[in-house]
């Protein structure tokens, strides 16, 4: 008995750091196991922030930080961690990282941070956030955490940034504030052939509808995710 615990042990110790098992922590949240796609968490910032992809992607790369780093931190105390007390510590980790960035934010892009301000806090309750945590983070150790955080946040990421994409194309006729469908003024570009920016799409319900397309294609594309 003491020789198959050893052997067990031993293995777990030997597993490579990116085995298949802990590339799939990575991989499987940006496709079949999206979190707001398949999930249907973070929509909120999904379709408040998307109207342009510059805001989309710093809300990406933030909640990236937060919750890679948030995992491996709760990792590491999931074994001191009062059961009664585990949400509150949660928050308390969560706030103390969304403080970091809020401050980073307002040091390097004050204009940004102004437009994000109050989804910059709502990264607190996040339900990605918390869920990661609370699922994942409380029995898992650091490494697979980090993967775990960091798979999640980045199929997160993908979603806004691809909504945020059109969002802006669509409906600005720019991206990244850069003007690349022509001039609206002076009827350049695609303006000269009776292009109109759609209006529309700047609404939060086109970033409801624009989501909603993207899980249309994803389920058409693996049927397997259909619900019967």
């Known amino acids: 008995m003491a020789e198959v615990i050893e052997k067990k042990a031993s293995e777990k110790q030997s597993e490579p750091l990116f085995s298949k098992k802990n590339k799939g922590l990575m991989t499987d949240p ?3 196991n999206n979190p707001i796609t398949i999930q249907v968490l973070g929509i909120c910032s999904a379709l408040a922030i998307t109207a342009e992809l510059k805001a989309s992607i710093v809300m990406s790369v933030a909640v990236l930080f937060v919750l890679s780093i ?4 709760i990792s590491l105390m999931r074994n001191i961690i009062p059961s009664k007390i585990r949400i509150i510590v949660q928050l308390v980790v969560v706030a103390t990282l969304v403080i970091v ?3 980073v934010l307002k040091a390097f892009a004050y204009e ?3 437009q994000l301000s109050v989804f910059v806090g709502l990264i607190i309750t996040n339900c990605i956030i918390m869920g990661r945590f609370e699922a994942f983070a409380l029995g898992n150790g650091p490494w697979k955490s980090f ?3 960091l798979g999640n946040a980045a199929g997160y990421g993908l ?4 909504v945020g994409f059109f969002r802006e194309l669509l409906g600005s006729g720019t991206l990244l504030g850069i003007k690349v469908l022509g001039d609206p003024i002076e009827k350049t570009g695609l303006y000269a052939l009776g292009y109109e ?3 529309f799409m700047l609404l939060a319900p086109m970033a409801l509808i624009t989501v909603g397309i993207i899980i249309w294609i ?3 594309r693996n049927k397997s995710l259909i619900e019967n």
Do not use: A, E
Not at 70 to 73: K, L, M
């Open 30 to 32: 940006l496709f079949d």
């Open 70 to 73: 948030g995992n491996v931190v």
């Open 101 to 103: 960035v809020d401050l």
């Open 112 to 114: 940004l941070s102004k």
């Open 147 to 149: 993967l775990d955080g």
């Open 159 to 162: 979603i806004l940034i691809l």
């Open 197 to 199: 920016n759609n209006g």
């Open 218 to 220: 994803q389920r058409s």
